[in-house]
């Protein structure tokens, strides 16, 4: 869909050819050279765009398939990764990432549940899904790719969080096969809707589902058929509870906290005044830890941080139970699977612990993907790779195509998980819509290049963000208002909105309130 649109002529191919985001960090002079006369536009989306389209299509065996999201599990704590605290133990993300690929520059289009999973689902951005919080179902008519699937021949099932429709646990369109719940669902003794009839279990729910998902995969699918499954878990959502059996494994161990966190001039001097205001919300490090008349449900932080990583421990776990069932079986040569987190996660920095912002640690997810005879073990990607990259990937492994009607947004990365080059993007957008549930957090569109970031918030009286990603990695220091940066920022401002009314990005749509509310704010110390 967004990528007809620029196709259509809509950006000149010189424009193309010369737009602020090239691979690559150039200097302020290349910059200024490159982008006259031709206003920054839309570099990858015009003369490029075409070329990953066709690049894009991969022939390969048709692959069964195994998805496995999480939910809010940051890019970093995964226990090869540097960034993660050494304490944190993943051996079969370790071995995913070994064995297979890891996508190191993995992104969201939107960092919040719902919006996120619908992109996974449909490869289209919000602005095109409609999915824009997580209170209301999927409007009606849209089309998942699971059913592309359906109409090939595959056998489908989807275990766990579905979330779009928040008390809505009904069997989805796309899925033969279906275990779900209402909502966020609980960690302990889920109830939950198996092809529409209800039962309690009890037990610890990431177990249960990986039970439910391995139930299928031994006994209940067609053999003859080639299979889909989608695993979505509900670790590791915040209130973080692990197994009873990891209750404690990291409560001695040291918590290093990020250097944004603190409530200093250092930190806040340039940023915009929100980002400040919002420590003292619900998603804020200022909510907790206030007092002891503020009947505050949170945790310490380093408590709240021990937590995560003992829910990331226990999520681990369970995805070296679906690994090994399928080596154990054989599956494991005529499979792919792939993990990862539909949203990222802040824990302090900022001082904040929640997504929805367009910052590093809310926007960026873990993925890697294993297929033996596939995917060349030890393959890292660093491109940019969105959710909306899902879809078309999981179609191209199938051997499947999308009919044109499903617009997608995203390209397949299938070519590059084999090791072959092809044309990619060379910058990403966000989005996000201010919430009436959660109203700290303002209207965002951001344009993410290898090396600079350009944040606009919109319908909030601030100043916007701009940061030098190589520089300054820990996007503390907001250059918005620094005149050597003027070009540039207008430059990206410009594409951005280029870009997003291309496709039909700057119609935000109003919602009638709904839920409950949680805008209390703890007064400054």
């Not at 737009?19 to 989306?45: E, I, M, P, T, V």
């Not at 250059?479 to 119609?507: C, H, T, W």
Request: charged fraction near 25%.
């Amino acid at each position: 869909m967004f990528l007809q649109a620029i196709l259509k002529g809509m950006v000149g191919a010189e424009m193309a050819n010369h737009g602020y985001a090239d691979k690559g960090c150039s200097n302020r002079r290349d910059f200024l050279k490159s982008a006259a006369g031709s206003a920054a536009a839309l570099a990858f989306w015009g003369s490029t765009g075409q070329a990953l389209s066709a690049a894009g299509k991969s022939k390969v065996k048709a692959r069964n398939i195994v998805f496995v999201l999480s939910d809010d599990h940051r890019y970093d704590f995964m226990g090869f990764m540097g960034e993660g605290p050494d304490f944190l133990e993943t051996p079969n993300m370790d071995r995913m990432a070994k064995e297979g690929a890891h996508l190191v520059n993995a992104f969201v289009g939107t960092s919040l549940c719902s919006p996120s999973r619908a992109s996974i689902l449909t490869g289209q951005y919000m602005h095109n899904h409609k999915i824009v919080d997580n209170q209301r179902p999927a409007p009606k008519g849209t089309v998942f790719f699971p059913q592309h699937l359906q109409k090939a021949g595959y056998e489908t099932a989807f275990v766990g969080k579905w979330h779009m429709g928040h008390d809505d646990d009904a069997p989805r369109p796309g899925f033969d096969h279906w275990v779900s719940f209402k909502g966020q669902g609980k960690y302990v003794d889920p109830t939950l809707n198996i092809n529409n009839t209800r039962q309690d279990f009890k037990g610890y729910t990431t177990d249960i589902l990986t039970d439910q998902a391995l139930g299928w995969l031994e006994d209940e699918r067609d053999a003859d058929k080639p299979f889909f499954m989608y695993l979505s878990y509900k670790a590791v959502h915040y209130p973080f509870e692990p197994a009873d059996r990891y209750k404690g494994r990291y409560g001695e161990k040291a918590v290093e906290r990020p250097e944004t966190m603190a409530n200093t001039e250092r930190n806040y001097q340039t940023q915009p005044h929100w980002v400040r205001e919002r420590r003292y919300s619900i998603h804020g490090v200022d909510h907790m830890e206030t007092g002891q008349y503020d009947n505050d449900p949170v945790p310490s932080f380093d408590a709240l941080y021990r937590q995560y990583a003992e829910t990331v421990h226990g999520l681990d776990e369970n995805l070296g139970r679906v690994l090994d069932y399928l080596d154990r079986s054989g599956l494991s040569e005529s499979t792919l699977v792939v993990y990862m987190g539909d949203n990222g996660f802040e824990l302090g920095e900022h001082g904040f612990y929640d997504k929805r912002d367009a910052f590093e640690e809310s926007i960026r997810v873990p993925m890697l993907a294993y297929a033996p005879g596939l995917i060349k073990g030890g393959t890292k990607i660093t491109d940019m790779v969105q959710n909306i990259d899902i879809a078309p990937t999981l179609l191209a492994a199938a051997g499947v195509e999308a009919s044109a009607s499903a617009n997608m947004d995203g390209s397949s990365i299938l070519p590059m998980l084999q090791g072959n080059s092809i044309p990619w993007r060379s910058h990403i957008l966000y989005e996000y819509y201010w919430e009436w549930n959660f109203p700290a957090t303002p209207t965002t569109f951001a344009i993410r290049g290898e090396c600079y970031k350009y944040i606009f918030y919109h319908g909030v009286w601030d100043h916007d963000g701009f940061y030098d990603l190589e520089t300054d990695p820990l996007e503390r220091h907001n250059l918005i208002n620094v005149p050597a940066y003027k070009d540039r920022i207008e430059a990206m401002k410009k594409q951005l909105f280029s870009e997003l009314k291309a496709d039909g990005g700057l119609e935000i749509p109003v919602r009638l309130p709904h839920g409950e509310r949680l805008d209390q704010r703890k007064n400054r110390r």
